[in-house]
């Protein structure tokens, strides 16, 4: 089965890209946080160095534009190809109140007549230029019912994948999946479909799959993997259970990178708290620990935790 990670902005950079593809790999694609090209510059520097090859080496990278302006999709994908992706990914989802207001993500979703004009610039241009672009969308803005019209709309383009994360803006990430519409998309797109939402266990993809009749292959994967970044290969059967070994790998690294790019201490500590706000479901019954690791202000009060506690070898 193919396994893509979800972006994840704030989380799943370079940084964390590569040490998770170090120590675990599996992942079929990447999909790099999404870049917001505005009119004076398609992609700044820091997005640059996210996404550049030099920065991602052995990693099957999707990089993905949020934007409502062809023109400004269209120079950021040409600034893409030329660092050698042949695949973009457009966010149709993003549920967030600043972004929706500029029109964007999902905040694109109800403007149908603009999305259809901005579907044929984009896809002119990436038959012209060999360039694939896949999707990203929720169901839609206001109502999971929009969504009947955009399978339509999505069906007129040749979308390379369409990823379908079953919930209206307004859902955020909460509640269950809305799945008869992902139902409904299994049956009327013509699109190549990729399932987005709420795994979190080999049992949570597997009750999907029996829902829809199908299994879910390729599938999206976010919260679930970073929460326990073993999912992927318990889905893939290469493990039963989590490896905490691997997991300590992957903390080590990712504290002592973020210690290399970042200080005080407070700010590489944030960045952890982060983290252990999903790892968090790993450590059942360790409630005071994680506590204490939450507030830890410094290395030393944080290590203390982790390495005298939750991590001792
Ligand atoms: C903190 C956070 C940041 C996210 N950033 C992005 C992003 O940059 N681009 C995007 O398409 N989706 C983004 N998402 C949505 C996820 O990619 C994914 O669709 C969502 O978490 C649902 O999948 P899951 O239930 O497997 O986590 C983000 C979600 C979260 C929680």
């Not at 694109?108 to 044929?120: C, G, N, R, S, V």
């Amino acid at each position: 089965m193919k396994i893509y990670f979800a972006p994840l902005e704030g989380i799943t950079n370079h940084l964390f890209r590569n040490a998770y593809n170090e120590i675990y790999g599996h992942i079929d694609k990447y999909f790099a946080p999404f870049i917001s090209p505005s009119e004076k510059c398609p992609i700044t520097p820091r997005e640059r160095k996210d996404v550049t090859p030099e920065n991602n080496k052995g990693i099957n990278l999707v990089p993905q534009l949020l934007t409502c302006r062809s023109d400004h999709f269209i120079e950021g994908a040409k600034e893409l190809q030329a660092m050698g992706y042949n695949e973009i990914n457009l966010n149709l989802g993003c549920p967030s109140g600043t972004v929706c207001a500029k029109g964007k993500g999902a905040g694109f979703l109800p403007e149908t007549l603009a999305l259809q004009k901005f579907l044929d610039d984009i896809y002119s241009y990436a038959e012209s230029d060999s360039m694939k672009i896949s999707i990203k969308t929720r169901l839609g803005y206001f109502n999971p019912d929009e969504f009947y019209d955009l399978v339509d709309i999505f069906n007129a383009f040749p979308i390379s994948e369409l990823i379908v994360h079953p919930r209206i803006k307004s859902d955020f990430y909460k509640g269950e999946p809305r799945k008869e519409y992902y139902a409904y998309a299994l049956e009327h797109s013509k699109c190549p479909l990729v399932y987005n939402g709420n795994i979190f266990s080999v049992k949570d993809h597997d009750g999907f799959s029996s829902t829809f009749g199908v299994s879910l292959d390729p599938v999206m994967l976010g919260r679930g993997l970073i929460s326990d970044p073993s999912l992927a290969d318990k889905l893939k059967g290469f493990a039963t259970e989590t490896d905490f070994a691997k997991f300590r790998r992957l903390h080590d690294t990712l504290y002592h990178e973020y210690q290399k790019i970042m200080s005080p201490d407070i700010n590489v500590l944030y960045k952890m708290r982060e983290l252990w706000g999903y790892w968090q479901t790993l450590f059942d019954g360790k409630d005071r620990d994680i506590k204490r690791l939450l507030k830890a202000k410094k290395y030393a009060e944080y290590e203390d935790v982790v390495y005298r506690g939750l991590l001792e070898e």
